[in-house]
């Protein structure tokens, strides 16, 4: 079993930075394929960013240059850096984990674990 917990959403005006964290426990992310989901109201959740096995990284159209997908394998974490936020980023961020290696990376099917999530409102 993987438990994987992330924090840092908030409240952030247009063009403005968070940093998002996911915490995993149970495997070493260096053996989980590891991706960023967002959900806003009404939509179904959406591929932001993911790192494979070999440290491939992939990015959703809406999120090259704005967003960057890093990791600590020391400390077992996943970051997302995001910058130039603008209101349409506004949902739930969801941090999700396959334990195999996979290129089908922007498929929710893909990962077996997921996070609770955590919200992030850019305002206007």
């Known amino acids: 079993q993987v438990q994987l917990v992330e924090s840092g959403g908030g409240l952030v005006q247009a063009g403005g930075s968070l940093r998002l964290s996911c915490a995993a426990s149970?495997?070493?992310?260096?053996?989980?394929?590891m991706g960023w989901f967002r959900q806003a109201p009404g939509k179904e959740r959406e591929f932001v960013a993911a790192?494979?096995?070999?440290?491939?990284?992939y990015y959703a159209d809406s999120a090259k240059g704005r967003f960057t997908i890093s990791r600590d394998n020391a400390k077992n974490m996943v970051f997302l850096q995001m910058n130039s936020l603008k209101p349409e980023d506004t949902a739930v961020y969801y941090c999700a984990a396959a334990p195999y290696s996979s290129d089908a990376v922007s498929s929710p099917s893909t990962y077996s674990y997921w996070g609770r999530g955590t919200q992030v409102t850019v305002s206007s």
């Open positions: 149970g495997r070493a992310i260096s053996r989980l394929t």
């Open positions: 790192f494979t096995w070999n440290g491939a990284t």
